[in-house]
């Protein structure tokens, strides 16, 4: 384990242009169960998301929605903030780019990226995406069907032609590439390395950084008349919510860098290679890793709003449930790859692993708890091999926990986790607790009270990511709130024989395939 016991992460600032959804909800969950589990592990966490207010898509959208674009961002972001409260994200900070601290942040990096040099005047004139809010060379573009060009992303590009500061961009090769050399987890996972790396080696062009033909921006300073490109501003909100330009106060020396912007795989460009040259540029060090994960479909179709198929997770918590969707998403897909949404595998996932696993082991653990033993936990006497090799497993799993979530490997902690669980159900069959009740009193208590205890076990190690399933788990075993931490797993901690545990209450319950959707979560 590293000796740093901060940890400040950060998910993209989405644009409000539209109304979340699941794509939106997955990276901040990832975010949540990383910060709930560095949390329980002991570490200072700061967890930032919020929404990426400039910039000529949002006053396109404003101007269609017939609002004043301050309007239109006020109504738009707090759909993001009910969002994390349905999703029930621990974020410490939401940021908004139109707040006071953000524009001061974002004119104070101009000011420093100018005088160190790195910004002059000139004009722009080339391609444009406002949907990706990105500039493209002639030679990225492909034709669409309609014999238009697009960009890479299937985004639409007009041409641009205006005055413009640019960032000496041309001028960061080298430093990149040997920062990414020097940094070999900056950017992850592999895949996304190489490709930046490469995009790196074909040379970089200077960084048309300001615009001039709209004006829903952050004002450039000394020069009004343009407004600063929205990922320059968007970007620079990952050193606001910390205190800059404040750079010697208490907050910002504390967290920046961050330990990790999180973002999807469509954004890994602006995050490793314009941020560091920028905070390079600016005499601020860049973070120590981005992560971008891979895409969702629905039902094997792109999500889009022309298809009309987007995902409210309003819709599916309420109809599965919160835990049931924080699990699912984080269990399906190994993070990075791109996944598919289906109600069918959402189905299936609710009734093997939660239902079927999970929620089977501690209805049969606690009900025999309550049956045999009056609901009080019993004494165990002396362990055997298959006793001492189950608690030993829910034991060792942290370990390898901390090694996952410190990868990201959100699906692979899941798997050690249900290692566990499968492993006592075997020790259930096993052991035959049932079988023991009438042949061996004594041995039945050793077998419910180290079901109790691995019980513990993935109840605290479950929190990240099912935070309510896991503390009715905790609270089913009369755990008291203070016990749940990573600091009391361990044998040292364990549970004491003769608590009274409250009478048990199924956690996971099954779904009928076919079951009706719940009513529309109200927004
Ligand atoms: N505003 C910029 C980010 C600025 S960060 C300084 C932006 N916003 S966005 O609203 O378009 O959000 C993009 C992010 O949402 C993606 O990077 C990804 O994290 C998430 N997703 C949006 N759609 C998604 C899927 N279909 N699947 C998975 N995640 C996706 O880009």
Request: glycine share 8%; charged share 25%; hydrophobic share 40%.
């Amino acid at each position: 384990m590293s000796g740093r016991r901060t940890y400040y992460l950060t998910t993209p600032i989405y644009y409000v242009n539209d109304v979340p959804h699941i794509g939106h909800a997955y990276t901040t969950l990832a975010c949540d169960a990383l910060s709930r589990f560095k949390r329980l592990d002991g570490f200072d966490v700061h967890f930032l998301t919020g929404t990426d207010e400039h910039g000529q898509k949002v006053e396109k959208s404003a101007a269609a929605a017939g609002m004043e674009p301050q309007s239109f961002t006020d109504k738009v972001s707090q759909n993001f903030r009910d969002l994390a409260r349905t999703m029930n994200y621990s974020n410490d900070d939401f940021i908004r780019t139109t707040e006071p601290r953000h524009i001061r942040a974002s004119q104070a990096i101009w000011n420093a990226l100018r005088d160190n040099g790195h910004i002059y005047l000139g004009t722009y004139s080339g391609w444009y995406a406002v949907r990706d809010e990105a500039f493209y060379a002639e030679s990225e573009l492909v034709e669409g069907p309609s014999g238009k060009k697009l960009a890479p992303s299937g985004a639409e590009v007009e041409w641009v032609e205006e005055s413009s500061y640019f960032f000496d961009l041309s001028q960061w090769q080298d430093r990149l590439l040997a920062f990414y050399d020097e940094n070999p987890d900056f950017i992850a996972p592999p895949s996304r390395r190489n490709e930046v790396i490469s995009f790196v080696r074909q040379g970089l062009q200077d960084l048309s950084v300001s615009r001039t033909s709209f004006t829903w921006g952050v004002s450039v300073p000394d020069d009004p008349g343009h407004v600063m490109y929205v990922w320059l501003d968007a970007l620079t909100n990952y050193c606001t919510a910390v205190g800059y330009p404040d750079t010697d106060s208490a907050d910002f020396t504390k967290w920046w860098p961050a330990d990790l912007h999180m973002v999807g795989k469509d954004i890994v460009r602006f995050h490793a290679v314009y941020w560091p040259a920028f905070l390079m540029g600016a005499g601020l060090a860049p973070p120590r890793r981005v992560f971008a994960h891979g895409w969702w479909t629905n039902e094997g179709q792109k999500i889009s709003k022309s298809v009309g198929n987007i995902i409210d997770p309003l819709d599916i918590v309420a109809r599965y449930g919160i835990d049931q969707v924080r699990y699912f998403l984080l269990r399906e897909v190994p993070f990075g790859n791109d996944g598919d949404f289906s109600h069918r595998a959402i189905v299936g996932r609710i009734n093997g692993d939660l239902a079927n696993d999970l929620g089977n082991l501690c209805q049969r653990a606690l009900s025999m708890i309550g049956r045999y033993c009056d609901g009080v936990l019993p004494e165990p006497g002396p362990y055997g091999a298959a006793d001492l090799a189950l608690l030993g497993a829910a034991d060792g799993m942290i370990d390898e926990l901390r090694h996952e979530i410190d990868a990201q490997a959100f699906n692979e902690m899941l798997d050690t986790i249900w290692v566990v669980v499968r492993a006592a159900n075997g020790y259930v069959d096993h052991q035959a607790p049932w079988k023991l009740q009438k042949e061996d009193p004594a041995r039945l208590k050793t077998v419910l009270y180290v079901l109790a205890e691995t019980i513990r076990a993935l109840g605290i190690v479950l929190q990240p990511v099912m935070p309510d399933s896991a503390s009715r788990m905790l609270d089913q075993i009369a755990l008291a709130a203070d016990r749940r931490s990573f600091a009391h797993l361990g044998r040292a901690h364990a549970l004491r024989p003769g608590a009274r545990f409250p009478a048990p209450s199924g956690i996971f319950p099954r779904l009928v395939e076919d079951e009706k959707p719940a009513a529309k979560a109200k927004r």
